[in-house]
């Protein structure tokens, strides 16, 4: 028999006023699994996890959280815990009364809050800070304290929107890591608000895409990289991004020939692209100097950017602007000529009308 | 070098004109309070011959004497302490329900989004041009029916029906962050709690800035104070102390010199609240 999932999402439609916000939003996640929502701004991921939350009403459809229709519960109903972007603690109260607030509400006792929050304070590593105010913390210590706020309840769901959009570079990766250790330790199931392609890669175990409201791709990270489902995806993960470059494919005496316009690319039969308009995608880190499938014109360099673990190039391929990951000591200037190859395994093909992947 | 010089200099030409001109202010603001004081004093002979004074007079045992003997001031009685109370009453009264019913207009209109609510704002907000001083007529007459002339309750009442405090707490409320009610909602807390464990506590710079504005609002009350008080000396006001004592008199005088005591104190002493509670709605 298959596990409930711990959270169902079905047939989920949002509207303000006139104007539909989320379409046909269906997906679910097993228990322990670490659910993130992806996708550029305002394309509906806080949207999405406030109706998880019940902080917004949702126009149809339905929630299910551990086998139980929520979608009309309120919040405090849901058995889910919730971290903000802003972190919201409240700013009256001190730290230890800030995550023990909503043990108190539900009546509580003394000596289970204090267990509560000697366990939180423990694991997240706030020990010392439990007598201040909000307003005496750095943004890594308020971080920290939203979510002693969330793991004290034990709840079965962990929302978190954007938590690490307002700590600088460093500690964004801290944090980050001291999430993944939490849920890989504490092992609750989590559904994790993000635009950052990276924190998405790093975290999850499951990645919803999200643009204009609507589900581009629900996968593993894997998935989501390695097969993209659409021109959106494609472009939107991984930086530099994916190259795209129109093409036009046919069959020829050996197999099949990409025309690229100033390029081409010969590959082996492949015959759902026959005659077909396509985008022919490659990452910059699968393009190689003089190995795999090679482009019949070396290509021009007319840009180079050393990051100094890598070297970008930049060159004109079929009317585009391709990207291309070298080594970092690949001794090439601009206006030299490079043959670049990629593999089979890496290249993707995509409708050029539809986005959407054929191959 | 030379550059540095002139920039120098410039920077102290300008410190000075600045505190030029609040030093003037200063002496302009202050200078009235200081010239009521001395004039009380002085006799009411010197007074009435000479006018106003500038310097201290040999009265003052005499004058602020007959303040502190607890006796009435008045045939119809009406001492000191007695109009102290009665400012106090009104002015606390004022401020303290003021404060409460502009916070829960505020708190109604932002965080529950009911229909009409704009509509409703602007009811509200339309009460502030219609202070009391122009409905006495309908006002008396409320009061009256309500059987509320010679109270307390007639005093401060009819004296709350101003929006401006609900306009300043909507402002400030909206400006603080949605996310801490939808966390409060989270953790389980209803509406009436989170107003009582977190906004009202997250507003206290504001509530107390607010309380101690209207104290002086309600204290100052003249007009409106006289008016319910149809019969009763023992409600009388400091404020109408004053006019019943004669500005022109040192006995006045001395009254105005005490009557500005209670909010000037109140105004030192939480001036920090209150300029944080102010400037934190302009943000
Ligand atoms: N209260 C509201 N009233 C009307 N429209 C809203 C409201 N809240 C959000 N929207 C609209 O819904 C869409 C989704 O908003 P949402 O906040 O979910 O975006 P987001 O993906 O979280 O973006 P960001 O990354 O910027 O936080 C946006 O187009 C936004 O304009
Ligand atoms: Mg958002």
Redesign the interface.
Same mark, same amino acid.
Request: aromatic share 12%; glycine share 8%; charged share 10%.
């Given at each position: 028999m298959p596990e409930t999932p711990v959270l169902a999402i079905e047939r989920l439609k949002k509207s303000y006023g006139e104007v539909e916000v989320l379409h046909d939003i269906s997906l679910s996640i097993a228990k322990g699994e670490f659910l993130v929502l992806l996708g550029p701004s305002g394309c509906g991921k806080s949207t999405l996890l +406030?109706c998880i939350? *019940?902080?917004e009403d949702v126009a149809a459809g339905d929630i299910l959280i551990d086998g139980r229709n929520m979608t009309h519960e309120?919040?405090?109903d849901r058995d889910? @815990? #919730?971290v903000?972007? @802003?972190y919201?603690?409240?700013? +009256? #109260?001190s730290v230890a009364e800030n995550i023990t607030? *909503?043990l108190k509400? =539900?009546g509580q006792s003394r000596a289970d809050q204090a267990a509560a929050l000697s366990r939180v304070s423990g694991v997240l590593q706030i020990d010392r800070l439990l007598d201040r105010k909000p307003a005496e913390l750095s943004g890594g210590q308020r971080q920290r304290v939203a979510m002693g =706020?969330a793991l004290v309840r034990d709840p079965k769901l962990f929302l978190f929107d954007e938590p690490l959009s307002n700590l600088d570079a460093k500690l964004r990766v801290e944090m980050r890591a001291e999430i993944k250790r939490l849920h890989e330790t504490v092992g609750v199931s989590m559904v994790y608000v993000t635009h950052d392609q990276v924190e998405a890669m790093t975290l999850a175990t499951r990645i919803c895409v999200l643009s204009e409201g609507r589900i581009q791709q629900f996968g593993t990270p894997e998935e989501i990289y390695f097969r993209p489902r659409n021109t959106f995806v494609a472009s939107f993960m991984g930086s530099p991004a994916m190259n795209l470059i129109p093409g036009k494919a046919t069959a020829t005496d050996t197999g099949t020939r990409i025309d690229l316009g100033d390029n081409a690319l010969h590959l082996g039969t492949m015959t759902d692209l026959h005659g077909r308009d396509i985008l022919l995608g490659f990452r910059p880190e699968d393009a190689h100097t003089g190995e795999g499938l090679t482009l019949d014109q070396p290509l021009s360099v007319t840009g180079i950017e050393r990051t100094g673990g890598d070297t970008f190039v930049t060159a004109h391929l079929g009317g585009r602007n391709a990207t291309v990951r070298l080594p970092a000591k690949a001794r090439i200037a601009k206006g030299d000529s490079v043959g670049i190859g990629i593999g089979r395994e890496d290249l993707h093909f995509f409708d050029r009308q539809t986005g959407l992947r054929i191959l | 070098m030379r550059r540095r010089d002139t920039s120098a200099l410039q920077r102290r030409l300008t410190t000075l004109l600045d505190h030029t001109i609040l030093v003037v202010g200063a002496i302009a603001m202050s200078l009235p309070v200081l010239v009521i004081f001395m004039t009380s004093t002085h006799s009411n002979l010197t007074i009435a011959t000479d006018g106003l004074q500038i310097l201290p007079g040999d009265q003052f045992q005499t004058v602020y004497g007959r303040l502190t003997t607890g006796q009435p001031l008045f045939a119809e009685g009406g001492s000191v302490r007695e109009m102290l109370f009665n400012s106090l009453a009104v002015a606390i009264g004022f401020a303290g329900l003021k404060c409460l019913t502009s916070v829960l207009a505020a708190y109604a209109l932002v965080y529950f989004r009911f229909r009409f609510a704009s509509f409703f704002f602007g009811i509200i907000v339309i009460t502030m041009f219609f202070p009391v001083e122009t409905r006495f007529l309908p006002t008396f007459l409320v009061t009256d029916r309500l059987g509320l002339l010679n109270t307390y309750s007639g005093v401060v009442l009819p004296l709350l029906a101003t929006g401006i405090g609900t306009l300043l707490f909507r402002q400030y409320f909206r400006q603080i962050p949605e996310e801490l009610q939808e966390a409060a909602r989270i953790d389980g807390a209803g509406p009436i709690r989170f107003l009582i464990d977190i906004l009202i506590p997250a507003s206290r710079p504001m509530i107390g800035a607010l309380f101690v504005i209207f104290f002086v609002i309600g204290w100052n009350q003249y007009l409106w104070p006289i008016l319910v008080a149809t019969s009763d000396e023992g409600m009388f006001t400091l404020v109408r102390g004053i006019r019943r004592a004669g500005q022109a008199g040192n006995l006045g005088m001395a009254l105005a010199v005490v009557a500005i005591l209670p909010p000037a104190v109140l105004i030192i002493s939480l001036q920090r609240l209150l300029f944080r509670g102010l400037s934190e709605v302009s943000h």
């Open positions: +406030n939350a *019940g902080l309120p919040p405090k889910i @815990s #919730m903000f972007q @802003s919201a603690l409240y700013p +009256n #109260m607030f *909503g509400v =539900r =706020r | -």
